[in-house]
């Protein structure tokens, strides 16, 4: 299989300094004789205000992609290059340091990781300006403008992460993502614990902030959700990139027997999905 995706990339991202490049990289994970490979060999690059979503299914390394794109998991090669930077070899304080800056931010499919359960939402998501240095009236006014754009009242200000809904609880995540203006964030299954109605909203949202010029890396297990928000599509399986290319070309003339296969099981993409006959001859050409 190979190991480089099967596309260009767009016009447009080849003009602008990418925010993040990814060449070649290697995650193990486990010692000696329980070492594994988690990615091989995967390479992309992601520009300013795009939107790159990343899908396979279960264990095919999406999750460690974006571990490894905010430091929380070492990459045994390849490089790793964030708004210009070289930081695939960066010590915990620096990736710390890097995080804190906001540079990188994240939103993880439990918004109870993203949020610090014993932080009222207003300290939560005035911490990370108030780190940056922003002074303590500016980061309240801030934070109350960004709570609009999540379609939250600032009612909610006072309270706990845990005092919210599932739902409400995501859209702060978000807010506390890029209420500092970061370059990158990783978003790793942001909706797939919400209900239909929730998610649709999160969608939206995460659409209305690509304006904003910040890039959006958005993994997910359901093509679905991604391809309505995706500029670019990256498939993984089994810890390679397969495909690459604009999200019109990938669900309408997908390359990859994988890709098809996802294409084919994605009901929300197509009005007659593949029946299961076709998905099942796909899948036994897949490990033919
Ligand atoms: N901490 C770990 N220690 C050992 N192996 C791990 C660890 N985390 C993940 N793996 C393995 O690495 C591979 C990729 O896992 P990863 O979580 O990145 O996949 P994923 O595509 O995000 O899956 P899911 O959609 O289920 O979250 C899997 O085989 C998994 O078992």
């Given at each position: 299989m190979s190991t480089n995706p099967s596309r260009k990339p767009t016009g447009s991202e080849e003009s602008a300094v990418p925010v993040l490049e990814v060449t070649n990289l290697e995650v193990h994970y486990g010692l000696r004789r329980r070492r594994r490979r988690a990615l091989r060999g995967v390479s992309l690059s992601v520009a300013p205000g795009e939107t790159v979503g990343i899908i396979g299914e279960t264990g095919s390394g999406k999750s460690t992609l974006a571990r490894a794109a905010l430091g929380l998991v070492r990459a045994s090669a390849g490089s790793l290059v964030i708004d210009g930077v070289?930081?695939?070899?960066?010590?915990h304080r620096q990736w710390r340091d890097l995080r804190r800056r906001g540079v990188v931010q994240y939103v993880f499919q439990d918004p109870l990781r993203s949020l610090?359960?014993?932080?009222t939402i207003e300290a939560s998501l005035t911490e990370p300006l108030l780190i940056q240095g922003v002074p303590r009236q500016e980061a309240a006014s801030r934070t109350r403008a960004f709570l609009s754009r999540v379609r939250l009242?600032?009612?909610?200000?006072?309270?706990?992460?845990?005092?919210?809904s599932g739902g409400q609880r995501q859209r702060m995540a978000v807010a506390r993502a890029l209420v500092t203006e970061p370059r990158l964030v990783i978003l790793d299954?942001?909706?797939?614990?919400?209900?239909s109605a929730n998610r649709v909203q999160i969608l939206q949202i995460l659409k209305e902030l690509r304006a904003d010029g910040v890039a959006l890396v958005f993994i997910s297990h359901d093509l679905g959700s991604v391809a309505g928000v995706a500029d670019r599509i990256a498939v993984l399986y089994q810890g390679e990139l397969v495909e690459v290319g604009t999200a019109g070309d990938v669900i309408n003339?997908?390359?990859?027997a994988y890709t098809r296969l996802l294409v084919r099981s994605?009901?929300?993409?197509?009005?007659a999905a593949a029946d299961r006959a076709e998905r099942e001859a796909l899948r036994a050409l897949l490990h033919a």
């Amino acid at each position: 299989m190979s190991t480089n995706p099967s596309r260009k990339p767009t016009g447009s991202e080849e003009s602008a300094v990418p925010v993040l490049e990814v060449t070649n990289l290697e995650v193990h994970y486990g010692l000696r004789r329980r070492r594994r490979r988690a990615l091989r060999g995967v390479s992309l690059s992601v520009a300013p205000g795009e939107t790159v979503g990343i899908i396979g299914e279960t264990g095919s390394g999406k999750s460690t992609l974006a571990r490894a794109a905010l430091g929380l998991v070492r990459a045994s090669a390849g490089s790793l290059v964030i708004d210009g930077v070289e930081v695939g070899a960066y010590g915990h304080r620096q990736w710390r340091d890097l995080r804190r800056r906001g540079v990188v931010q994240y939103v993880f499919q439990d918004p109870l990781r993203s949020l610090d359960p014993d932080l009222t939402i207003e300290a939560s998501l005035t911490e990370p300006l108030l780190i940056q240095g922003v002074p303590r009236q500016e980061a309240a006014s801030r934070t109350r403008a960004f709570l609009s754009r999540v379609r939250l009242s600032a009612d909610l200000l006072d309270r706990l992460p845990g005092e919210l809904s599932g739902g409400q609880r995501q859209r702060m995540a978000v807010a506390r993502a890029l209420v500092t203006e970061p370059r990158l964030v990783i978003l790793d299954e942001p909706v797939s614990a919400l209900d239909s109605a929730n998610r649709v909203q999160i969608l939206q949202i995460l659409k209305e902030l690509r304006a904003d010029g910040v890039a959006l890396v958005f993994i997910s297990h359901d093509l679905g959700s991604v391809a309505g928000v995706a500029d670019r599509i990256a498939v993984l399986y089994q810890g390679e990139l397969v495909e690459v290319g604009t999200a019109g070309d990938v669900i309408n003339q997908p390359q990859h027997a994988y890709t098809r296969l996802l294409v084919r099981s994605a009901p929300t993409l197509h009005s007659a999905a593949a029946d299961r006959a076709e998905r099942e001859a796909l899948r036994a050409l897949l490990h033919a």
